[in-house]
């Protein structure tokens, strides 16, 4: 991860997933948000067989997605993590403490506890509010937002000369408000990126009266820098990290960035100017241009982000916390994709589909129909016991495609499906 934005974005947070292209893929121009997002997840969990430290970007959308992740993942991340804390004893960087903030969000989205990883606290570290804003607005943004995602106290330790607490990190933020609006690392005008994620962490805080005129004012900002196709720039270069952010900033205050006018050029918003992006077949693009030191090809930090952005305007949409907040415990994780290991069809108007098992999961579905594209479908069901299902009364001598999903109870609409298999066909006997 060595780009430009990244510059100021580096500050706060590192991701070093493999997510890399060879060559520039391009996006289809009517690409949907549901199916970039799907074709990310399954590009992004294909990459992470043994995650660590430094692949929290990517967990933590995940997470917050219900993506078909299984436990064992985030248990292997967990076992990784504590190997380098105890390599580092506990210190994961002596100077950017809001790799401690990345890494306590990633954790609480997973379900795991953060005030015990390792044998490790990571709010020790958080409670040094020196430590903490030597970050610029960074470090404060950050910690903010770590500290409610879960409602987490910060603990008291000894030696501190002045313990970190919710109102200093606000009134941190607010004192680098620049002139005209908006926050910046450096310098007297206001970044897109700075400014979004410091309206993130802002968020929750919106009825005070001071907070509430300061988001207004960098509302304002961002939507002036934005840009005629509805995306943004940072440091003179249009990026997808940068329309990201900003998505998560208006999510984040109940803001529909795709209906706002404050965010719409020309019919276009930021989740249209994202989408361009999008490479096909999963992941996302820095630039679609090339600009000094990027090639338009899948980056890494753009596809954790291309894809968290999504997550966090989805739940938007779906009225669930916003992507931060993470009192709603961890998302139910959608199941793993299953496949047909057998489709025959033994007797006469009869065909019988095996299937591969998974676990944790309610049941399946069958979906069946006399051509590939399943129109005028039937759907049955099978318990999660069942590895077989037979089907009965089918046409003689015609051919039937067949594919199946995996489904949970997920407490609030009932079921919560996995991806369907890739379909087969058989001719009826």
Known sequence: MKKLITGLLSLVMV???ALSSSASVWAAGNVSWKTAMSKTESYMTKKLGNPTYGDEWALLGLARNGAAVTDATYEKYCRNLEKVLAEKDGVLDARKYSEYSKVILTLTGMGKDPQNIGGYNLFEKLADFTMVKK?????PVWALLALDCGRYDIPNVS???QITTRELLIENILSQEKKNGGFALTGDVADVDITAMTLTALAPYRARADVGAAIDRALAVLSEKQLADGGFETLKTANAESCVQVIMALTSLGVDPQKDKRFIKNGKSVLDALLTYYATGGGFRHVNKAAV??????????TAQGYYGLTAYSRFLEGKNTFYDMRDGKTVARP???SISSLKSLKTKQMTVK?????G???YELVYAANSKFTGSRTVTASASSVQKTIKGLKKGKTYYVKIRA???????????????????VKVK
């Not at 030191?293 to 753009?302: H, I």
């Not at 299937?355 to 676990?359: A, E, Q, Y």
Request: aromatic share 10%; charged share 20%.
């Open 15 to 17: 991701l070093t997933l």
């Open 159 to 161: 030696g501190i000369a």
């Open 135 to 139: 970050q610029g607005v960074n470090g």
């Open 293 to 302: 030191g990027y090639e338009p090809v899948v980056n890494g930090l753009a």
């Open 336 to 338: 793993i994709a299953t």
């Open 355 to 359: 299937w591969k098992k998974v676990s």
């Open 407 to 425: 489904y949970k109870a997920d407490g609030e609409s009932g079921r919560l499906y996995g991806a369907y298999c890739s379909a087969k066909k």
């Open 361 to 363: 999961v309610r049941g």
